[in-house]
């Protein structure tokens, strides 16, 4: 099974330009996460989708990021304009079934986008 | 509001040694809670998860416990390795209202360092 796919792994941009990451899910996962760590903290929840439409995006600046997840599949995640604190690595995960003993959801997690804003 | 404590923030052990991770949370309302390794330059990998209602969960060498009632929960790592060397992190998964499963809410992590 191919894992969750990131492009681009590095983007290095100065402050008040645009900025787009794109996340691949395993296939056949309805939920889709985007989640911003910055360095030295855990990762923090932007927003989570079920298919193609928004659960929760109460943690995601609006005024300047946005995101879409066009036929429930792919995702992007743009930024605009971008501050200097918003260098991070910007992960994306998906999820698709519930652990048998558990039930809880089990995410799967893409190896990242790292952003740094000069 | 849940908060997510791990101490301590790094660890540098010399190799075959036992060893714990500690992480404490505010809320004891929670669905679960998870320990996930992560490398650098890669995501996070899921260790272990342990339901609210249980107190432990084991896998090869790694055991994590949970007390909810005091908030906290340990990562027991027996026979450390260099392999073992990652930033480990602790994350509750809160109970909304009405008992459906809530976000994730991540501590800061602790990077271990197994020294051969």
């Known amino acids: 099974e191919a894992g969750v796919a990131q492009s681009p792994r590095y983007k290095i941009i100065e402050k008040r330009q645009s900025v787009a990451f794109w996340c691949n899910p395993i296939?056949?996962?309805?939920?889709l996460y985007w989640y911003q760590q910055i360095l030295g903290q855990g990762p923090k929840l932007l927003i989570q989708?079920?298919?193609?439409?928004?659960?929760?995006d109460s943690q995601l600046p609006k005024d300047r990021f946005s995101a879409e997840r066009l036929k429930g599949v792919d995702s992007t995640l743009k930024i605009q304009p971008a501050k200097l604190e918003d260098s991070a690595v910007y992960l994306c995960?998906?999820?698709?079934?519930?652990?048998?003993?558990?039930?809880?959801?089990?995410?799967?997690f893409g190896a990242g986008s790292r952003l740094t804003v000069l | 509001k849940q908060e997510v404590t791990q101490i301590p923030a790094a660890l540098s052990v010399p190799e075959g040694e036992n060893l714990v991770l500690n992480c404490s949370f505010t809320?004891?309302?929670?669905?679960?809670l998870q320990w996930f390794r992560q490398d650098p330059g890669k995501g996070l990998t899921s260790l272990l998860l342990?339901?609210?209602?249980?107190r432990e969960q084991t896998s090869g060498r790694l055991n994590a416990s949970l007390d909810k009632s005091s908030g906290r929960s340990t990562l027991y790592i027996a026979a450390s390795q260099p392999g073992d060397s990652a930033t480990y992190l602790c994350?509750?998964?809160?109970?909304?209202?009405?008992?459906?499963?809530?976000?994730?809410?991540f501590g800061k992590g602790t990077k271990l360092s197994v020294k051969p």
């Open positions: 809320d004891s309302a929670i669905y679960n």
């Open positions: 989708f079920q298919n193609n439409g928004v659960v929760d």
């Open positions: 296939s056949g996962h309805a939920t």
């Open positions: 995960a998906s999820s698709s079934y519930r652990d048998r003993g558990s039930g809880a959801n089990v995410l799967t």
């Open positions: 342990i339901q609210s209602s249980q």
């Open positions: 994350a509750v998964r809160r109970r909304n209202y009405g008992g459906s499963q809530g976000n994730l809410i």
